[in-house]
């Protein structure tokens, strides 16, 4: 196995209005599509090319199942535990002009726990969501995981500054110790250091061997065992950036899994999570069965 990642697997409900009336009705555009930051990980990493397992916890329900189907579809084997009282996680995302509200459900991933989990977690790359490690109910399966990974690369995604500094930044360093490398965007990079942009990842570099900054538009930065390399990336026009940096996190981890430079890693990531937020899908196009190909490659009409 190439990538394996350990996390959540969702419904994401987007809604845009152009404004909500308090007990009224209006008219705006809804999407439900698959999510989760550990399954969006493994999506991009197979569609990177790697073999790609994910471990999450779901509901035995319709929207666990369509998940389930979902995941075998994109090329990524499903490892999830089914929970028979709790319902499938769901996030809410409304936006309106010039806000953008969230409500969170974890649901059966909240109730993720270090018995989900196998003995050993053996992959070229291993990816701890950080939403596991920071919500308290999951935590041990978080740091069961690091624990477990047998990988040349065992990762964790910082997901979130205000839960780093509700769990602690100290404690949340500590429980990543079994990691060699850290993923984080601009805002969670600065929580954990006090620190910006080169500075930040210098002093994260003390604590682990690789240290990946997504920096949205402009890029990512990445400290290479010392050796620090910037990569910028083309402009696009934003539509949704949610699960850009998941699947700059997937496809970086499948990179670096089937041995590509970092360099040439981190330029590859970078188009991803471009490609995500110049969207309204946090998944790539589901591949069309092979029956819809006619021998020359061309679509059946």
């Known amino acids: 196995m190439d990538v394996v990642t350990v996390g959540d697997v969702m419904i994401d409900v987007r809604v845009d209005s152009d404004g909500l009336e308090e007990g009224g009705d209006v008219h705006g555009r809804v999407l439900v599509r698959p999510g989760g930051s550990a399954a969006n990980a493994a999506v991009w990493a197979a569609e990177a090319g790697a073999t790609s397992r994910v471990h999450a916890r779901i509901g035995s329900d319709v929207a ?17 535990a089914i929970d028979q009282t709790a319902e ?7 936006h309106e002009p010039r806000e953008r509200s969230m409500v969170a459900d974890r649901g059966a991933g909240g109730r993720l726990s270090p018995d989900d989990l196998p003995e050993r977690l053996e992959a070229g790359a291993v990816l701890v969501s950080g939403y596991t490690l920071l919500f308290e109910p999951t935590s041990a399966a978080g740091i069961a995981a690091l624990e477990r990974a047998h990988a040349r690369f065992v990762a964790v995604d910082a997901a979130s500054w205000p839960m780093i500094r509700s769990f602690g930044v100290e404690r949340f360093l500590d429980a ?14 600065e929580e954990l250091t006090g620190r910006r942009d080169v500075d930040a990842v210098d002093e994260l570099s003390r604590r682990f061997p690789v240290v990946c900054v997504k920096q949205g538009d402009e890029g990512a930065l990445m400290s290479w065992e010392g050796l620090v390399i910037r990569n910028a990336t083309d ?23 089937a041995g590509r430079s970092p360099g040439d890693a981190l330029a590859t990531a970078c188009r991803a999570g471009a490609r995500v937020a110049a969207s309204y899908e946090t998944w790539p196009e589901r591949p069309r069965p092979a029956q819809d190909e006619e021998p020359s490659g061309r679509r059946r009409r």
């Open 64 to 80: 666990g199942a369509l998940l389930r189907d979902e995941l075998i579809a994109r090329g990524v084997e499903p490892a999830l």
């Open 88 to 94: 499938t996680g769901t996030m809410l995302v409304v």
């Open 176 to 189: 990543c110790a079994p990691a060699t490398l850290l993923l984080a965007n601009e805002r969670e990079a």
């Open 235 to 257: 402009a696009v026009v934003e539509k949704d950036s949610t699960g850009a940096g998941d699947a700059f996190n997937g496809v970086l981890l499948a990179s670096l899994a």
